[in-house]
């Protein structure tokens, strides 16, 4: 399934990189087309692991780290977040 979804971005990736750029004043499919490649490339400069998952490796420096050595640091800010929510709470009111 997920090979499927790979393929399907891939495929569309290339259809908009082999579509010409429309013309200033260009018709509205070709506006229509324009805003549909920025909002594409926006979105996968936004999100490293979609774009890679689309085969796009432009923005793999800006992956998650989920190496060894990053989850002390990880779960040591997770347990931080826990305490002060804990700390949030209003005394009196059940938690689980």
């Known amino acids: 399934m997920r090979f499927h979804k790979?393929?399907?971005?891939?495929?569309?990736?290339?259809?908009?990189?082999?579509?010409p750029a429309p013309r200033l004043?260009?018709?509205?499919?070709?506006?229509?087309?324009?805003?549909?490649?920025?909002y594409t490339m926006w979105s996968l400069r936004e999100s490293p692991t979609s774009s890679t998952d689309a085969g796009v490796h432009d923005v793999d420096d800006k992956l998650?780290?989920?190496?060894?050595?990053?989850?002390?640091?990880?779960f040591a800010q997770l347990l931080g977040a826990a305490a002060a929510l804990?700390?949030?709470?209003?005394?009196g009111v059940q938690q689980f």
């Open 25 to 38: 004043g260009a018709s509205y499919d070709g506006k229509l087309i324009d805003l549909d490649r920025r």
């Open 64 to 74: 998650a780290d989920f190496s060894v050595r990053t989850q002390p640091v990880q």
């Open 6 to 19: 790979a393929l399907i971005a891939v495929c569309a990736l290339v259809a908009l990189a082999a579509t």
């Open 86 to 91: 804990a700390a949030d709470i209003v005394p």
